[in-house]
C-alpha cells in the first residue's frame, strides 16, 4: 500500500508514487467523494433542540479549489446523507456535482459517468467505509483517510496520512494536481 504526501504538500513522498499511481492520477477529470468520514471526522453533533453540526476542514476546501484551478478537475459529494449542513458546504465550494441520500454509491457513480461521459479511469474517488468498497474498487485512483475502515484501508490504491476530516482528502488532491501538472 502507498502512502500519499502529508498535510504539508511533502512532495518527496510524491515523487516516489510508482508508475502505475502517477498514470492514474493524471486520467483524472472528476474527483468524488464521500462526505462524513472524508470531509468530516465522521462525527455528527446534535443540540438540546436536535440541529446538527458538521466540522469541515478548511484545507479540505482549499483542496477543491486547487483542484479546480491548478489541474482542471472537478470534485463531486456522493454521501447516503441528506444534509442541508453539507449542500451548504458543497454550495459553498462550488462543487455542482453533489449526490445527497444516495442509498446506492454505485448506481449514482454510474449516472454521473453516463451523464458526464466520462470512464472509470477519469474518476477518482476517496471513501472511508463499506459503502465506498463497490466504486472504490472501479474508479481509477482510489484513496482513504488514515482512520478508514480497515477493509477499505486494505483496497485503496492510496492510505492519506491524515484522519477524515483533518486533511485527508487535501492530500489527496494535491497527489493529483502533483501529477496533472508534472505531466504538462
Request: one cysteine or more; hydrophobic letters at 35%; proline letters at 2%.
Amino acid at each position: 500500500m502507498l502512502t500519499g504526501a502529508g498535510p504539508a504538500g511533502k512532495t518527496r513522498e510524491m515523487e516516489h508514487l510508482g508508475e502505475d499511481i502517477v498514470k492514474r492520477a493524471g486520467r483524472i477529470k472528476l474527483l468524488l467523494t464521500d462526505c462524513d468520514g472524508v470531509l468530516t471526522d465522521g462525527g455528527v453533533y446534535y443540540s438540546a433542540s436536535g440541529e446538527e453540526l458538521k466540522k469541515f476542514s478548511l484545507r479540505d476546501g482549499m483542496g477543491v479549489e486547487r483542484l479546480r484551478k491548478l489541474a482542471g478537475v472537478e470534485t463531486g459529494i456522493i454521501t447516503g446523507e441528506n444534509s442541508e449542513i453539507v449542500r451548504r458546504r458543497a454550495e459553498k465550494l462550488g462543487i455542482r456535482e453533489y449526490y445527497p441520500g444516495a442509498g446506492d454509491k454505485y448506481s449514482t457513480l454510474r449516472e454521473i459517468m453516463k451523464l458526464k461521459e466520462l470512464s472509470f479511469d477519469e474518476i477518482a474517488y476517496i471513501g472511508d467505509d463499506t459503502n465506498d468498497m463497490e466504486i472504490m474498487q472501479q474508479a481509477g485512483l482510489s484513496a482513504c483517510p488514515a482512520d478508514a475502515f480497515p477493509m477499505i484501508r486494505e483496497i485503496a490504491h492510496l492510505v492519506m496520512e491524515s484522519r477524515g476530516g483533518h486533511g485527508a482528502f487535501r492530500e489527496f488532491s494535491e497527489i493529483i494536481i502533483f501529477q496533472k501538472q508534472k505531466s504538462r
